[in-house]
């Protein structure tokens, strides 16, 4: 988030903590990324006023599986109008209660481009709860042929795992390579995302924001069919970036070969307005101005 500068100096506690407790209980409007769970054990209060900033665009399905469950917030920050039906549908929410703001963990994403783009492409696999992720889990797989053209140009993968998938067994082989290279936990997901050539994914949110900022993309959706039936998507997912799903070697090599040397993103722009009415640095701000108008509770 981007805020002015007299806001650099608010003081930051631990929120199981006792400090943490006081400040939660003499809050009066609470910002929240997930859910009710943000603030468990805690108890809101009447006077409280809690606002939903979300984690990210969703693409799979969110919310509850039961309809007109009453979400414990009043109000929820989406990025465009393509988002506020997702988010209406999911929670059961009013349209009073969407505000079309902007995504404020975006902010750094638009505030500057980088000086310097580094030779890496991101590699940011959905976590499955049941089953380790896959990956290259195409057609005719062959790391060689991969390796090599990354590595004729420079060029790295990097991939950034779940910290539940640490120990993920499929990347044993993975690391046999030397242009394959695993991210610690440290590593800065947006901030590296926007120093990269290109972004490779299945379900991964993070597709929303290299749309931003015009990142290419490459989509393996290895277990699309498994993986609908378990979780589902809001759209067909068929029917977005077709252009850029890759169900087999060749065309993984064809579109691996565009973000080296093209990067040509013509097919991402029609879905980049649908998902962004907002392409700035200033959500954040605009959330602090909705936060400044709301009448406070008696």
Not at 254 to 277: A, D, G, P, V
Request: charged share 25%.
């Amino acid at each position: 988030m981007i805020l002015p500068n007299s806001y650099n100096y608010l003081p930051f506690y631990k929120t199981f903590s006792c400090k943490g407790w006081l400040s939660f209980m003499k809050s009066k409007k609470i910002l929240i990324s997930h859910g009710k769970y943000d603030y468990k054990p805690y108890i809101r209060l009447p006077y409280q006023t809690i606002i939903n900033m979300w984690h990210g665009i969703p693409l799979k399905k969110i919310g509850f599986k039961k309809t007109k469950i009453k979400v414990p917030w009043d109000f929820h920050i989406v990025s465009s109008t393509f988002e506020k039906e997702i988010m209406m549908s999911s929670f059961s929410l009013e349209d009073s209660q969407i505000k079309i703001l902007g995504v404020p963990k975006n902010d750094i994403l638009f505030s500057s481009k980088p000086k310097k783009v580094k030779n890496q492409i991101l590699y940011l696999n959905t976590y499955r709860e049941s089953i380790s992720s896959k990956f290259f889990s195409f057609e005719n797989r062959n790391l060689n042929q991969i390796d090599k053209l990354l590595k004729k140009h420079d060029t790295y993968i990097v991939f950034k795992l779940h910290p539940n998938e640490m120990n993920n067994t499929n990347m044993k082989e993975l690391l046999n390579f030397s242009q394959f290279k695993i991210a610690d936990q440290s590593f800065n997901i947006q901030k590296e995302l926007n120093q990269s050539l290109g972004l490779i994914t299945d379900y991964s949110g993070a597709i929303f924001d290299a749309l931003g900022i015009d990142i290419p993309v490459i989509l393996l959706p290895y277990d699309l069919q498994e993986y609908n039936q378990i979780r589902g998507f809001n759209r067909k997912y068929e029917e977005f970036l077709p252009n850029s799903q890759a169900f087999d070697q060749i065309r993984f090599i064809e579109l691996l070969k565009n973000i080296i040397h093209e990067r040509e993103i013509t097919e991402q722009e029609s879905e980049k307005y649908r998902y962004y009415e907002y392409l700035d640095q200033k959500s954040s701000l605009r959330l602090l101005r909705f936060i400044e108008s709301i009448q406070q509770k008696d």
